[in-house]
């Protein structure tokens, strides 16, 4: 059935780097805009990384830009986040999420909150520690 798999979260010292990965099962995740959220203990959701499939833009929340790289694979139909200089603000649990949602017209629209917690697909989470 329709599954979205986060894997690839970890321990990591500041400065380090880990790629986290999106596996969809069920659907072509090619043809939805897809994204990366995370919540940190304490904190609300927060959209990390999204790419629209209307008009291809991506965006990214100014505390992981140029550090963070969101990417997909569509023969293994899966996303990626590639994220280096890691800082202990970025511990959290990240999330990806998929959805066809017309209002999804850019990026930027997609990982907007409180309306992306209501996308479509949200996969279970994975954790991300960033600790010496």
């Known amino acids: 059935q329709v599954q979205l798999v986060e894997s690839g979260g970890g321990l990591v010292q500041p400065g380090g780097s880990l790629r986290l990965s999106c596996a969809a099962s069920?659907?072509?995740?090619?043809?939805?805009?897809i994204g990366w959220f995370r919540q940190a203990p304490g904190k609300e959701r927060e959209g990390v990384s999204c790419?629209?499939?209307?008009?291809?833009?991506?965006y990214y929340a100014d505390s992981v830009k140029g550090r963070f790289t969101i990417s997909r694979d569509n023969a293994k139909n899966t996303v990626y986040l590639q994220m280096n200089s890691l800082k202990p603000e970025d511990t959290a649990v990240y999330y990806c999420?998929?959805?066809?949602?017309?209002?999804?017209?850019?990026?930027?629209?997609?990982?907007?909150?409180?309306?992306?917690?209501?996308?479509?697909?949200w996969g279970q989470g994975t954790q991300v520690t960033v600790s010496p």
């Open positions: 790419i629209s499939s209307k008009d291809g833009s991506t």
């Open positions: 069920g659907f072509t995740l090619d043809y939805y805009s």
């Open positions: 999420a998929a959805d066809q949602r017309s209002w999804i017209t850019t990026g930027q629209a997609m990982c907007n909150m409180p309306r992306a917690l209501r996308l479509g697909y």
